[in-house]
């Protein structure tokens, strides 16, 4: 099925350890973006691209980069993981920013750093 | 800062009743985008309803339409008939640029 996937789904860091999302889509979509979710907060913008080879930072990108080499693929990654960075991170994709359909997103990776 | 206010944490609703989620948010922009999202509990993000912010015609979707009101930047939610599969977390997103800005989100919970 055409969509959005997320690996891992779950992960569980020691502090300090460092890791890397990887989220791919098969729409052929040129946006694509990284947001996490903490409970009460909505979901806030980490990162994001406008095409292949591009990124551009959100609302709280500090703690966090990515890398968009291939059209279909955003990584993000965390260099020093942090407990502050236990969350549930959803990677979405558009073809365009306001695209009659919105964004597609993924089912979700739950992190939690101890 | 372009913001999006959700004043409404939580709220309750019978079956077959209708219910409006309030939504709020802060631009200069004269063009722009907004959203409604649904997250019910397998956590997946839905699309509920998009309005295009130049279309003066509220957007509807079946048993969900807006009322969108550029001047008062306000962008209310009304979910016609519910249904106990509209239970979930709802998210009003707007969009000004390249990327959306949700809100923190209201908790509807459909009852028998």
């Known amino acids: ?114 | 800062a372009q913001t999006v206010t959700q004043s409404q944490p939580e709220m309750s609703v019978q079956e077959a009743e209708t219910v409006t989620l309030s939504c709020t948010y802060d631009t200069s922009e004269s063009n722009y985008y907004l959203f409604w999202y649904k997250q019910p509990p397998s956590r997946q993000m839905i699309l509920v309803i998009r309005q295009e912010a130049y279309k003066q015609q509220n957007a509807t979707e079946n048993r969900f339409s807006v009322n969108f009101q550029k001047a008062a930047k306000s962008f209310s939610l009304k979910i016609s008939d519910s249904q106990l599969g509209d239970t979930a977390m709802y998210f009003c997103a707007f969009l000004p640029g390249y990327a959306l800005n949700f809100g923190k989100g209201t908790s509807l919970l459909v009852t028998p």
């Open chain 1, 1 to 114: 099925n055409a969509g959005v996937t997320q690996t891992p789904k779950f992960r569980v860091l020691k502090t300090g350890q460092s890791m890397t999302l990887l989220c791919a889509q098969d729409m052929n979509h040129e946006y694509m973006y990284w947001y996490r979710q903490d409970p009460g907060m909505g979901l806030r913008l980490i990162h994001y691209s406008v095409g292949e080879g591009t990124t551009a930072k959100g609302e709280v990108p500090d703690g966090y980069n990515v890398s968009r080499l291939k059209k279909q693929n955003f990584l993000l990654g965390l260099e020093s993981a942090a407990p502050s960075q236990t969350s549930v991170y959803f990677c979405a994709s558009s073809s365009s920013p306001g695209a009659v359909k919105g964004y597609t997103f993924g089912s979700g990776t739950r992190l939690t750093v101890v």
